[in-house]
């Protein structure tokens, strides 16, 4: 057992049984385009929760807020306990993000870039956690050579473990297994449940891989056109649309047909 797989210990600054994602009424205006349209939902703490949705749906921009990176037009996000973007310091040691389509230094090596990320979150015996990293995630073979020499999925791995060099409590992933082969995309997957019940870590995943939100996710929260469409169980989602598979209601979705007309 390291040090990484010590139990949690709860923060003081989050009051118990509050939920780890809390949105209420978020909207956001470009322009004279809504890109997210009083959109609410609450996530509660160690769950797996997908967030679906087509190019322009929205997701994007809910994740981008929920990070305190884009300011809302109106409404309100609280991340842990604290509102964002205004209590945005409080929680950003506590939150990760990853996604396979944003690029860290290309000229750094995998090791150097792991080592600014855990600076800058102050990460402590960062050497042994790196090490740790490279071992669960694979990334031994060329954790020293430079990031823009990566295949496509050997920078999916290294963002992951990017994303996990904090230990964080919240992670939010965008198509986490991009570029993966099944056999890792398998992998990964199961590496993200099993980091989700160790940590009791709470996991907001945006995926185009509908097999891969089946496996995962509690819970599905379907956008489209900047609202939510959908919000249940995948299993129950399918139930209503009379579908087997979240592929199909996905379709349905976009296309936009209906439960009723589904059935």
Request: charged share 25%; net charge neutral.
């Amino acid at each position: 057992m390291t040090q990484y797989d010590a139990a949690p210990t709860p923060s003081s600054a989050s009051p118990p049984g509050s939920p780890a994602i809390s949105v209420s009424r978020l909207t956001k205006v470009y322009k004279t385009t809504t890109a997210v349209d009083g959109v609410s939902f609450a996530i509660r703490r160690g769950s797996i929760t997908g967030l679906l949705g087509g190019n322009g749906a929205g997701k994007t921009t809910t994740i981008a807020m929920i990070m305190g990176l884009v300011q809302p037009t109106s409404g309100e996000v609280e991340v842990l306990g604290h509102r964002m973007p205004d209590e945005a310091a409080a929680v950003l040691g506590r939150m990760n993000f990853e996604s396979p389509y944003v690029d860290m230094p290309m000229r750094l090596t995998v090791r150097q870039n792991l080592t600014i990320f855990g600076r800058l979150y102050a990460v402590e015996h960062l050497k042994e956690r790196i090490a740790e990293l490279a071992a669960q995630l694979d990334l031994t073979d060329f954790i020293d050579r430079a990031n823009g020499k990566l295949s496509a999925g050997q920078k999916t791995r290294v963002a992951l473990a990017k994303a996990l060099i904090n230990d964080p409590e919240l992670l939010l992933l965008d198509e986490p297994t991009a570029s993966l082969d099944p056999d890792t995309a398998d992998w990964v997957r199961g590496h993200l449940e099993r980091y989700c019940q160790r940590r009791g870590a709470t996991i907001l995943l945006a995926s185009h891989n509908m097999l891969e939100v089946e496996r995962l996710c509690d819970r599905v929260i379907i956008m489209k056109r900047g609202r939510i469409e959908d919000d249940d169980s995948p299993a129950q989602i399918m139930a209503r649309y009379n579908r087997s598979t979240l592929e199909e209601v996905f379709l349905d979705v976009a296309r936009g047909r209906d439960r009723e007309a589904a059935q």
